[in-house]
């Protein structure tokens, strides 16, 4: 027997969204309305670790961190996945082996690339 879907079926997950929505409008606007309204120079003043401010913070950054800190969440991320391989190492047996050595190669081979394209050189 084939069971069809009606609007009426997602009522209550359309009410926990509306429910959802209109608490953070509410809170939104109450917190606007409620909240205390003095503006200091102090409180309107950058703050940045107690350092007297110094130049514009829109300064260029070389390219070159923002690549290291990319290469770094992705190869950290690939190494995640060796962890249930390595808990279920002797479930998965040879087919598993298998996979792991292809999956780790592709990461060599990542890798090598990183290194032949001299992303990680800093001069």
């Known amino acids: ?3 069809k879907s009606v ?3 997602f009522l209550p997950i359309i009410f926990q969204i509306l429910v959802a929505l209109g608490f953070v409008v509410v809170t939104l606007i109450a917190t606007h309305f ?6 200091t120079a102090d409180k309107l003043a950058t703050f940045e670790a107690g350092i007297k401010v110094v130049g514009n913070a829109r300064q260029p950054f070389s ?4 690549l290291v800190a990319i290469l770094f969440v992705l190869f950290d991320v690939e190494v995640i996945f060796m962890y249930p391989w390595a ?9 598993g082996m298998i996979e792991m050595f292809i999956f780790m190669g ?4 990542g890798f090598i ?3 032949k394209k001299k992303a990680l050189d800093w001069n």
């Open 1 to 3: 027997m084939e069971t």
């Open 7 to 9: 609007a009426l079926d």
């Open 34 to 39: 409620l909240g205390p309204k003095r503006k």
């Open 63 to 66: 390219i070159k961190y923002f």
């Open 87 to 95: 808990v279920n190492f002797r479930e998965l047996g040879m087919n």
């Open 106 to 109: 592709t990461l060599l081979l």
């Open 113 to 115: 690339y990183v290194l």
